[in-house]
């Protein structure tokens, strides 16, 4: 089958085509709005959903062309119904059940954090059932324990900033731009991750639950009391903080690897695109099988919208309404 995804939750227009006989992406095209809301410091819906109006089209021409395919050949098209932004995610929809009326193929919608779930499944190798996953994006922290395609049992999630919230917001307090995430990381390259002590959040407690707006308000006092805001201190903040994040994701994991004799550990999300993260999780957790997808398909994008709807589409049968759902937990899939 080959399935034409749309990603619109947010901020990027994502278009890929999955072909499932080859279990690759024959095509995508993504346009990120983000220099569009640097200004504004974080996304605005209604400038998001304007925005993808005028790219949906002319990016699913273009991914149909790199693909060297017609509509015909395309067997069926996923969206992206929720979580996300209302206005973004009904023009996703708005557009995709359009194409499948006129094209005459069926449609489906698609759970975002399933999506960057299931992306890994196009590595090589790729994880193998159950495992844990650890969800890590502007809107999520979740632990989730995957037994199968749709079988997701939520183990833990924030109870306050997503772990890229707390990113993109340390990220304004010190000046940088936004998405602040890849811009900390730059920053905190240069930096010493033991210049400052920030608080482990909810470490020492045994449920499975994450908490990041007291990092967030730990990096504010610390801005707030230094007069000199030069470079380095930037930089050493930025590695600090970095490093607090690391050990509290760290740390939950290895508890929900042993509590649910779990060995295997996936990834998913924005945030896994952090390369110190993604070194620090392998040092530490020796004897466990990590996945992590390709740094380009961390973030939002059409293919892992295209390789769930495979597998949805496989399992139900077309929708005949738009249907979003702005939030929507994992395990009522
Ligand atoms: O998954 P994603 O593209 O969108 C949501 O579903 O939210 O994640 C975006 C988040 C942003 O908060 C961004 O700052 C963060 O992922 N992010 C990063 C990195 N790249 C993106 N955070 C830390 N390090 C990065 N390299
Ligand atoms: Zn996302």
Redesign the pocket.
Known sequence: MRILGIET??D?TGVAIYDSDDNIILAEQLFTQASKHAQYGGVVPELASRDHIPKLLPLISMTLEEANLSPDEIDGIAYTSGPGLRGPLLTGAALARSLSIGWNKPCVGIN?MEA?LLINLLEKPAPSFPFLTLLI????CLLIKASGIGEYEQLGQTRDDAV??A??KVARLLGLSY????E??KMAKEGDHLSYVLPRPMTKENHLDFSFSGLKTAVYYLVKSQKQKNQEFIQNICASFQNAVAETLINKCKRALSVHNLSRLVVG???A??QYLRDRLEVELKGIDLFFPKLER???NGAMVALTGFYRLKKSKSETSINIKPRWNLSEI
């Open positions: 939750s947010c990027e975002h960057h994006s502007g809107g999520h890229g919230e990113f993109d998405p602040g995430g890849p900390v990381e999300g924005g945030v695109a952090n961390c973030t939002d």
